[in-house]
């Protein structure tokens, strides 16, 4: 029997909720990001 060790690591993530409104002049692109709920729960 053998016995191997390897090591670890920790990772936290921490979330900040920012709220606000700001104006913007210039050019604003708008972004949507959508969500495969079925390909996330097979991993």
Same mark, same amino acid.
């Given at each position: 029997?053998t016995?191997?060790v390897?090591?670890t690591?920790? *990772?936290?993530?921490r979330t900040?909720?920012?709220?606000?409104?700001e104006? *913007?002049t210039?050019?604003?692109?708008?972004?949507?990001?959508v969500?495969?709920e079925?390909a996330?729960?097979? *991993?």
């Amino acid at each position: 029997m053998t016995v191997e060790v390897v090591p670890t690591e920790r *990772v936290r993530l921490r979330t900040q909720l920012v709220e606000g409104q700001e104006t *913007v002049t210039g050019q604003v692109q708008r972004e949507q990001v959508v969500v495969d709920e079925d390909a996330s729960r097979r *991993v």
